[in-house]
T-cell receptor, first 115, second 112 residues
Framework: SQTIHQWPATLVQPVGSPLSLECTVE??????LYWYRQAAGRGLQLLFY??????ISSEVPQNLSASRPQDRQFILSSKKLLLSDSGFYLCAWSVSLSGGYNEQFFGPGTRLTVL | KQEVTQIPAALSVPEGENLVLNCSFT??????LQWFRQDPGKGLTSLLL?????REQTSGRLNASLDKSSGRSTLYIAASQPGDSATYLC???????????FGGGTRLMVKP
């Protein structure tokens, strides 16, 4: 069966510090990978998605970046955090099957607080 | 641009009631619609996926319907229980890419 891991689970960082959040998926090959952010009082916002190693698409311009160094590893980074980067970060995966079938599955999330 | 709306934003019901959560979307050109459950401080759990060619999907006490032409989906929860208390999110996948567009969610509380 497939599982998705995210770490750390919680993180408190000062403004201006760097960020690295990691997501790994087990039990599947060549998944589509996604980073979402859920801010207080706001819905889920897609930040980045990737259909393969080194292939990253950004949905929202901001001071965050994403990388996919391995097939089942997705990393969210920032060089300098802003207060507005606080939120709940969720990683998700899916595989594209015949007939347009594509179900997304989410990880447990990382709670980031920028002070 | 696809927009997804969920009404009501919050709902409180006594245990045992049957209830309906609503989801509407503006662009009917979708591949599928997915319903999720989110407990406080947790990730999303996929409940049901309805392909665009399907009218409904069932899992246990949950039944989700899809009327693509009118841009609506409903999630029906039968015989609600306190353990059903959570935020329920619907999301649609458009025909351009694999991305989901989410609604704002319905926060459900089932009181014993």
């Amino acid at each position: 069966s497939q599982t998705i891991h995210q770490w750390p689970a919680t993180l408190v960082q000062p403004v201006g510090s760097p960020l690295s959040l990691e997501c790994t998926v087990e039990g599947t090959s060549n998944p589509n990978l996604y980073w979402y952010r859920q801010a207080a009082g706001r819905g889920l916002q897609l930040l980045f998605y990737s259909v393969g190693i080194g292939q990253i698409s950004s949905e929202v311009p901001q001071n965050l970046s994403a990388s996919r160094p391995q097939d089942r590893q997705f990393i969210l980074s920032s060089k300098k955090l802003l207060l507005s980067d606080s939120g709940f970060y969720l990683c998700a995966w899916s595989v594209s099957l015949s007939g347009g079938y594509n179900e997304q599955f989410f990880g447990p999330g990382t709670r980031l607080t920028v002070l | 641009k696809q927009e997804v709306t969920q009404i009501p934003a919050a709902l409180s019901v006594p245990e045992g009631e049957n209830l309906v959560l609503n989801c509407s979307f503006t662009d009917s050109a979708i591949y599928n619609l997915q319903w999720f459950r989110q407990d406080p401080g947790k990730g999303l759990t996929s409940l049901l996926l309805i392909q665009s060619s399907q009218r409904e999907q069932t899992s246990g006490r949950l039944n989700a319907s899809l009327d693509k032409s009118s841009g609506r989906s409903t999630l029906y929860i039968a015989a609600s229980q306190p353990g059903d208390s959570a935020t329920y999110l619907c999301a649609v996948r458009g025909r351009a890419g694999n991305m989901l567009t989410f609604g704002g969610g319905t926060r459900l509380m089932v009181k014993p």
